[in-house]
C-alpha cells in the first residue's frame, strides 16, 4: 500500500514545480523545505524523507541542510511565531525590554509555546529593518516601531484573529 | 544629487512596471544591446564601480574573470542575503524598485554571455520576495526578460528564498545554499568567476551593484563619475539607524560629510543626548570616536579615519548605550552566525560571548580583557571566511576607547545602562 503523504496534494505539486526551475533538484530542497513548514509549521523527518524522495536526492542532504537555517522549525511552533530582533539597533531602541515583556505577558520563555498553541517567541538576529527598531517579526509579518503597548495591542489582535 | 536615482524613493515606492516604464525605466536596455559584451565591461571598469555589499571589489574586473568560452552555462547570482546588523539598504529595492534590479542583472549576464541569473534572498524577506517575484513575471511577460530581450538576447530569473542564515552573505557559502547545501564558505580559488554555481563560471554582486548598471548606462560615464571621488565613485545608498531622529536610507553621492548625514540628515540624536560612536560601515566595521566623524564617507576617507565604509550601514550610539553590552550584543550574533566549519571562528566566538555573559552578570574578572584581546589575536585572519574577522573589531575598539567601561563592569558596577 501506498504511504500517506505527510503533506498536501498542493505541496507536492509545488515542491516538483521548484524542482523544474533549477539545473540540479538539490537547488529546491530550501523552497521545498520552506513550502512544507508553511503548510505544516515545522518539519518533522517524515515530512523530510518525503522531500528527499520527492526530489531524489539522500535523505541526509536534506537533514543536513533543514537542521542549518535558523528559520526551520523542527519542535512544534505555536499559530504565531513571534520572532523579536535581539541585535544591536533593536535592542539600543528597546528590542529585550519586548522579549522581556512577551515572555511575561504569555507566561512562557523564549524558545516556548503557550499551552494553548497560539504563540512561540524565539529571539532572531538581525532582519535588516533597523531604520523601523524595534522590529517584531510574526509569521512572515515585520511589525516596526514597536512600544510596550503597541505589542500588547498587537497580541491582543492576534487573539481576537484567532478566534475567528 | 537632486533625484534619488537608484531607489527612486520619491515621488513613488514601488511603481507598477506601468510606471516604471512611465519614469524612465528599461531605458537602459537600447544603450546596452547597441554595444558589445565587451563594451560594457569596459564602461563598468571605467566607472570605478565598486562591490557594494561591503568587500568593495572593482565590479567591472570581477566581471571581466570570466572566461569567454565557458563548457558549463554561466551565472548571474544577486546576493541578496543582507543581514549585516545595521544594514538595509537592499531591502528598499527589493520591496521599492525591483525592476531597477531586474535590467541591472540583464546587463550584467549580457557582458559575460550568461542567461540564466538568481536572486538569491534571504527567507526573512518576505515581502522583497513576493515582490521581486511579481516584478520578474511582469518583466517576462512584457519582453524585459525571458526570450529575444530587445530582439537579441535571452535572459531569465529565478527569484530564491533562503532560510535564515548570515553567512550566506559570504558568496560562496551563498553558492553552497542555492545548491541546497548547508551555506558553508568554500576553498578559494577556484573562484566563482571560474567556478561558482553549478561549477560554471559565475559572478555574484550585491543588489546595489547591479542597480547602479542601468543608471551608468542611461546617464553615461562623465555624469556618472560626476558623483564622488577618485575610487569612490557613483550614488550610494547609506542607510542609518540607532540613536538618531530620522533614521532610514538616503541616496547620496559618495563623498557626502558623515557629520552631515548624522547631524542633519537624520536628525542628529534624542535630545540630551551626546554622541559616543559610529559604526560606519555594518557591525563588522571598526568603530570611529565622535573626533573621527568630520570626514566624507567614500572607501578612502573611512578607511583612514580607521575603519571601512563596508555595507554603508551607519549605527549611531549615544551616551545611553554601555559599550560592554553593544559588544556583548555583537558577540552573541557574530556566535550565533559562525557556520561552524573552521575552528577559531566557531570555538572563540563562543568563548568570547562567554566572556561578555560573565561581564554583563558581573562575573567579570581582571584576566578577561587580556583574555578577550588574545582570543582576537589568534582568530583574527586564522579563519576560512571573513566571518570571525568581523566580530573582532567592537570588542578591540570597546576595550581600546572605553576602558573604563570594562573596568566597572569587574569592579562590580557594571551596566546602569538601559540597552
Same mark, same amino acid.
Given at each position: ?164 | ?14 511603481? *507598477? ?18 554595444? /558589445? ?17 561591503? +568587500? ?18 554561466k551565472y548571474v ?28 542583472m540583464v546587463a550584467a549576464g549580457y557582458s559575460i554571455g550568461s542567461h540564466q541569473g ?22 517576462? $511577460? ?11 538576447f535571452?535572459f531569465?530569473i ?13 558568496? /560562496? $557559502? ?18 566563482? +568567476? ?7 563560471? /559565475? ?80 557591525? *563588522? /566595521? ?20 580607521? *575603519? ?18 553593544? +559588544? ?9 552566525? *559562525? ?81
Amino acid at each position: 500500500m501506498k504511504k500517506k503523504l505527510p503533506f498536501s496534494e498542493n505541496v507536492r505539486k509545488d515542491i516538483l514545480a521548484a524542482k523544474a526551475m533549477y539545473p540540479l533538484a538539490q537547488s529546491a530542497l530550501i523552497p521545498a523545505l520552506l513550502r512544507v513548514q508553511e503548510e505544516n509549521s515545522r518539519l518533522d523527518s517524515d515530512s523530510m524523507l518525503a522531500v528527499a524522495t520527492l526530489l531524489g536526492i539522500p535523505a541526509i542532504e536534506v537533514m543536513k541542510t533543514g537542521t542549518f537555517y535558523t528559520m526551520f522549525q523542527h519542535k512544534p511552533v505555536g499559530k504565531y511565531l513571534l520572532q523579536v530582533c535581539v541585535n544591536l539597533t533593536c535592542s539600543m531602541l528597546g528590542g529585550r525590554h519586548l522579549l522581556d515583556r512577551l515572555e511575561k505577558t504569555l507566561g512562557i520563555k523564549r524558545g516556548e509555546t503557550t499551552p494553548d498553541g497560539l504563540f512561540s517567541i524565539v529571539p532572531v538576529q538581525c532582519l535588516a529593518a533597523c531604520q523601523e527598531a524595534p522590529v517584531v517579526q510574526v509569521n512572515e509579518v515585520f511589525h516596526p516601531l514597536l512600544t510596550e503597548k503597541k505589542l500588547d495591542e498587537l497580541i491582543a489582535s492576534l487573539r481576537s484573529e484567532a478566534k475567528k | 544629487m537632486s533625484e534619488p536615482m537608484k531607489t527612486l524613493l520619491a515621488p513613488d515606492r514601488n511603481p *507598477s512596471l506601468e510606471k516604471y516604464l512611465a519614469r524612465g525605466g528599461y531605458a537602459s536596455y537600447p544603450e546596452l544591446f547597441k554595444r /558589445t559584451p565587451k563594451e560594457i565591461v569596459e564602461l563598468v571598469i571605467a566607472s570605478g564601480l565598486r562591490g557594494r555589499g561591503g +568587500a568593495a571589489f572593482p565590479t567591472g574586473k570581477k566581471w571581466s574573470f570570466i572566461p569567454e568560452k565557458s563548457l558549463r552555462p554561466k551565472y548571474v547570482v544577486c546576493n541578496a542575503d543582507e543581514g549585516e546588523p545595521g544594514t538595509f539598504k537592499d531591502r528598499e529595492i527589493l520591496e521599492g524598485n525591483p525592476h531597477l534590479l531586474i535590467e541591472g542583472m540583464v546587463a550584467a549576464g549580457y557582458s559575460i554571455g550568461s542567461h540564466q541569473g538568481y536572486i538569491y534572498i534571504r527567507g526573512e524577506f518576505y515581502a522583497g520576495y513576493l515582490r521581486c517575484l511579481e516584478a520578474v513575471n511582469e518583466a517576462r $511577460a512584457n519582453g524585459y526578460l525571458g526570450k529575444n530581450i530587445g530582439g537579441k538576447f535571452d535572459f531569465d530569473i529565478v527569484v530564491h528564498r533562503g532560510a535564515g542564515a548570515y553567512i550566506c552573505g559570504e558568496e /560562496t $557559502a551563498l553558492l553552497d545554499s542555492l545548491e541546497g547545501r548547508r551555506g558553508q564558505p568554500r576553498l578559494k580559488p577556484p573562484f566563482p +568567476a571560474v567556478e561558482g554555481l553549478y561549477r560554471g563560471p /559565475t559572478i555574484v554582486n550585491n543588489v546595489e551593484t547591479f542597480t547602479d548598471v542601468p543608471v551608468l548606462l542611461i546617464n553615461g560615464l562623465e555624469w556618472y563619475k560626476s558623483f564622488g571621488c577618485p575610487n569612490s565613485f557613483g550614488p550610494k545608498l547609506f542607510a542609518i539607524s540607532g540613536n538618531v531622529l530620522k533614521p532610514g536610507v538616503y541616496e547620496l553621492p559618495l563623498g557626502t560629510s558623515l557629520k552631515e548625514l548624522i547631524f542633519t540628515r537624520a536628525g542628529g540624536l534624542p535630545k540630551g543626548r551626546t554622541l559616543k560612536a559610529v559604526i560606519p560601515g555594518g557591525s *563588522s /566595521t571598526s568603530l570611529l570616536t565622535p573626533d573621527k566623524i568630520d570626514i566624507p564617507i567614500n572607501y578612502d576617507s573611512v578607511a583612514k579615519a580607521g *575603519s571601512a565604509l563596508g555595507s554603508a550601514g551607519i549605527i549611531v550610539i549615544d551616551d545611553s548605550n554601555c559599550m560592554v553590552m553593544t +559588544a556583548k550584543i555583537l558577540s552573541e550574533f557574530y556566535h550565533h552566525e *559562525s557556520c561552524g566549519k573552521c575552528t577559531p571562528c566557531r570555538e572563540g566566538l563562543s568563548w568570547i560571548e562567554k566572556i561578555y555573559h560573565r561581564l554583563e552578570s558581573g562575573e567579570g574578572q581582571a584576566k578577561d580583557v587580556p583574555l578577550l584581546l588574545d582570543l582576537c589575536d589568534q582568530i583574527g585572519g586564522n579563519t576560512f571566511c571573513p566571518l570571525a574577522d568581523g566580530a573582532i573589531p567592537i570588542v578591540r575598539d570597546t576595550i581600546e576607547n572605553f576602558p573604563g567601561e570594562y573596568e566597572a563592569h569587574i569592579a562590580g558596577n557594571y551596566c546602569h545602562h538601559e540597552a
